[in-house]
């Protein structure tokens, strides 16, 4: 489970996998340079090793000749101090070969050989040949020696005579250079390691700040701050945004054309309905007697109204309970109400009262939609109030709640749920009962609120309406 | 009382200039918005009655272009449009009142009566001066409990004298008030019926200020 979890997480997060790909890549690279420069170091190390023997041995043939009694000897000294320092690591030696084996080792030695003498493995090169080999020198140090045989055919008593010459050093001459560069290297290494472990993360960090940023702009759309995604990104989320913030657009531009024509169409039909309806109440005044007619045009003048209105604002508030982004101030919305049934009610004269709210007070949804709910229980309270309607408005657990009380007569507690008449179609709502508490209702529901008829503390009815409030 | 319709649907504008001159209104009509705003702004009518949904422009911006103007008629909106948000858009670009089709006739000319009377300052719909009393629900007007028999331009020169009671009205406002736009007016005519509405109200009602008009009045 937790290695599944772990798992998913990598393949989840962007951030993990920058990072554990960037990491890998830094080690890899990191153990490949030291490798191959540790390598290329060691062998350049062991070239030149030999070549110093090389030299020694070469200056060695050079200088070997053979006195007046026929012994070996050299004719100057070898020009490399360590030669004569005793036990520096670097040596030579002269053995003679007899019948092709060899034989007399240690004929002539280098000074730094002290009282030893170097036991090479049994082996004679071809005359001019160079052979290499590794022995135990003195004091049990691993020496690298290379040899060669030379035929002396000048001599006192004219046999010719070979040699085996031998230039020998402490490998450690050549170890001790290459383990001093592989420390300095793996510690440079190290901290070129660390510093690109630190700059991945600075990246992936300073990298995916833009897309922190979206996903801030994305929960503002959501919360219904924004409309649209603001701010500034980089060239490469840009088109992002803009591809976004496009859909967005052309989603409200479709939502809001289907709207109009929504509204168009119930007025068009509505106007026809005007006619008729006038029509039909002309005859009734012209012959008050039989005119079942005209009254049955009225009557279902009247009920097409009602479905005319109960499905368009019900289509419209589908429409757009799911649109991101929308987000309505309640006071200006209040206020404005407030205003309209001063106005419409002004025979009455009605003492509105807004009981002061703060001005974040908000509503998650359409503008159009929270004026149809408040519109219908504020004509409402307008017509039932004897003088006195409060509007007040508060927050709670994400929710707002707006409650609006009047002084009126009131409805007795039984009859409340009937005149909200809970999910009852409009067509099965008995005539004349009035459709506007059914509707708020309706839209409160489509947005996951209430509304509720309780008391009022006025004396009155009270509205409580519940909706939801912006997430921030 | 003057009264400017402007609907654009032939029928229904037919039934409102219908119904509003059976409640003895002199009656105007406008079938778009510009002939609507032309007439509003040049000729003063007493309330209009506006659809939103009018060619050429629309309801809302003749309702704006004529409050800029200092145009402060009553006006009433009768539209299909009923959404709250509609209805507030309306109120806040001046209108008085809202009234949503289907519409009944008679709510639409008791709407229109409280606006008129609201616009000169009476309470009720009952406006008295003495022994007269107008009843501007059923377009009465009765002297001591008893009703007259008024012709339309009578009640129609009456009733604008009793909205505007105490005030001197010129000969030319009341011709502007009692006669729709195409009527051919002859401000002879107002005399005429100035004349006759004496023999029918008590004496001393209506007084002649030389040179300015006509005051209805309790007032000496």
């Known amino acids: ?92 030696q002269v053995d003679e070969i007899r019948d092709s084996a060899p034989a007399a080792s240690g004929l002539l030695r280098s000074r730094s050989l002290w009282d030893d003498v170097l036991t090479a493995p049994p082996d004679t090169p071809v005359n001019g040949e160079i052979h290499q080999h590794r022995i135990v020198g003195p004091k049990g140090k691993v020496l690298g020696m290379i040899e060669r045989s030379v035929r002396i055919d000048d001599t006192p008593d004219g046999k010719p005579r070979s040699f085996r010459l031998i230039a020998a050093a402490d490998e450690a001459l050549m170890s001790a250079p290459v383990a001093r560069f592989s420390g300095a290297l793996w510690l440079a290494l190290g901290v070129l390691g660390i510093g690109l472990v630190v700059a991945a993360l600075v990246q992936v960090f300073v990298g995916l700040a833009p897309l922190r940023k979206l996903h801030a702009a994305l929960g503002k ?79 279902q003048v009247g009920t097409a109204r009602k479905q005319v209105d109960y499905h368009l604002t019900r289509a419209q508030a589908a429409a757009t309970t799911r649109m991101p982004g929308t987000r309505t101030p309640l006071l200006p919305v209040i206020d404005g109400l407030v205003r309209a049934m001063q106005r419409i009610h002004a025979e009455r004269a009605l003492e509105l009262r807004v009981v002061p709210m703060p001005e974040t007070l908000a509503f998650r949804g359409d503008a159009h939609d929270l004026q149809e709910m408040l519109g219908n229980l504020l004509d409402n309270a307008c017509k039932w109030a004897a003088q006195r309607i409060d509007v007040s408005a508060g927050t709670e657990g994400g929710k707002l709640h707006i409650f609006i009380d009047d002084d009126g007569a009131g409805l007795a507690a039984e009859q409340r749920d009937a005149v909200i008449q809970r999910g009852v179609r409009a067509d099965e709502q008995v005539p004349g009962s009035g459709l506007g508490l059914a509707i708020v209702d309706d839209l409160a529901r489509l947005y996951g609120g209430e509304l509720t008829l309780e008391g009022s503390p006025l004396g009155g009815m009270r509205s409580a309406l519940t909706l939801p409030a912006p997430l921030r | 009382m003057r009264i400017l319709i402007v609907e654009d649907e032939p029928t229904l504008q037919a039934q409102l200039a219908e119904g509003l001159g059976a409640a003895a209104y002199a009656v105007d009509t406008a079938g778009n918005g510009i002939d609507g705003h032309y007439l509003g702004d040049t000729e003063p009518y007493d309330a209009v009655v506006l659809d939103l949904g009018l060619p050429q422009m629309d309801g809302i911006t003749v309702l704006r272009k004529w409050r800029a103007s200092g145009r402060t008629m009553p006006v009433l909106i009768l539209t299909a449009r009923d959404g709250w948000h509609e209805k507030v858009a309306g109120i806040d670009a001046g209108a008085d009142d809202y009234l949503t089709k289907p519409f009944h006739m ?115």
């Open chain 1, 221 to 299: 759309v959501r919360s219904g701050e924004t409309p649209q995604l603001d701010g500034d990104f980089p060239a490469e989320i840009m088109p992002l945004v803009d591809e976004f913030n496009t859909v967005l657009a052309q989603n409200a531009e479709v939502v809001e054309r289907a709207r109009t024509q929504a509204g168009n169409l119930a007025h068009a039909l509505k106007t026809s309905l005007s006619v008729l309806a006038n029509a039909a109440n002309a005859n009734i005044s012209a012959s008050p007697q039989q005119n079942e007619l005209a009254r049955l045009v009225i009557d």
């Open chain 2, 106 to 220: 008679e709510e639409l000319l008791a709407r229109l009566r409280a606006l008129i009377r609201r616009t000169v300052g009476h309470a009720s719909a009952e406006i008295s001066c003495g022994p007269l009393t107008l009843d501007t629900r059923n377009s009465r007007a009765t002297v001591d409990g008893q009703s007259l028999t008024l012709t339309s331009h009578e009640y129609r020169v009456l009733a604008y004298l009793m909205h505007h009671r105490d005030e001197v009205i010129s000969r030319s406002d009341l011709v502007e008030h009692i006669y729709a736009q195409d009527f051919d007016r002859d401000s002879n005519t107002v005399e005429v019926f100035i004349a006759r509405l004496r023999k029918k109200l008590p004496p001393g009602l209506i007084e002649t200020v030389r040179g300015l008009g006509y005051r209805l009045t309790t007032l000496q």
């Open chain 1, 1 to 92: 489970m937790k290695h599944l979890a772990s798992h998913g997480s990598l393949r989840r997060s962007l951030r993990l996998r920058l990072l554990a790909g960037t990491l890998f890549w830094i080690a890899a690279s990191i153990i490949a340079a030291g490798w191959g420069l540790g390598n290329l170091f060691q062998r350049h190390v062991e070239a030149q090793f030999l070549a110093e023997l090389k030299t020694h041995l070469d200056q060695l043939t050079a200088q070997l000749t053979l006195d007046e009694k026929g012994r070996p000897m050299l004719a100057l000294p070898l020009s490399d101090p360590r030669l004569s320092h005793p036990y520096s690591g670097c040596y030579w």
